[in-house]
Structures are given as C-alpha cells and as structure tokens.
C-alpha cells in the first residue's frame, strides 16, 4: 500500500504533467483548426481545463468510494453475504 506522502506527490506528478500536456496539445493542435493564441492564453485555457479535470476526478472518486462494496448487480451474491436457513427451514435435523 502506499504511504499518504507518496500518493500526494503522485497527485502533483498528475496534475503537473496533465497541465504541460495540455498546453502543448493546445499549442500544436489549435493552429490546425485555425485558431491562434498566445502563449498566455494557451496557459490560461489549460489552468481552465486543470481545474475542470481536478473537480471531475475529485468527484468520480467520491462517487465511486460511496459504493463502498454495497453495490452489487442484479442476481450477483457476494461470498459470506447469504442468509444460512435455519436447519428447521431446510428441512434437516431440530
């Protein structure tokens, strides 16, 4: 398992590289669509898109964390999780 500073500096890495790819992407592909724009736009417009994928990832994960193994999907039963029959329903010895 890793240790909580490690997942931060993950998190960091993530966004730091996001962010970079992000104004490159911005930089090679908008001139292709006939869109130009300066090197302080492009770096704007990616803070936009970081804050945009921060607040979606945050929420995915919050989603996904609340399901917190109680989901389970139609006619699936998870191990350990049935209601055993008493021996007097199941018809085997009082």
Not at 45 to 54: D, H, P
Not at 58 to 66: E, H, Q, V
Not at 82 to 91: I, K, L, T, V
Request: proline content about 6%; overall charge positive.
């Amino acid at each position: 398992m890793q240790p909580h500073w490690l997942s931060f500096v993950e998190s960091v890495t993530n966004i730091v590289v996001g962010y970079a790819l992000a104004v490159l992407t911005q930089i090679i592909v908008f001139p292709l669509f006939g869109l130009h724009a300066s090197l302080s736009e492009n770096l704007l417009i990616g803070s936009a898109f970081t804050v945009v994928s921060l607040a979606r990832g945050f929420a995915l994960r919050r989603i996904f964390n609340s399901f917190d193994g109680r989901y389970q999907p139609p006619g699936h039963r998870r191990a350990g999780n049935s209601h055993p029959q008493s021996s007097c329903e199941s018809g085997g010895p009082a």
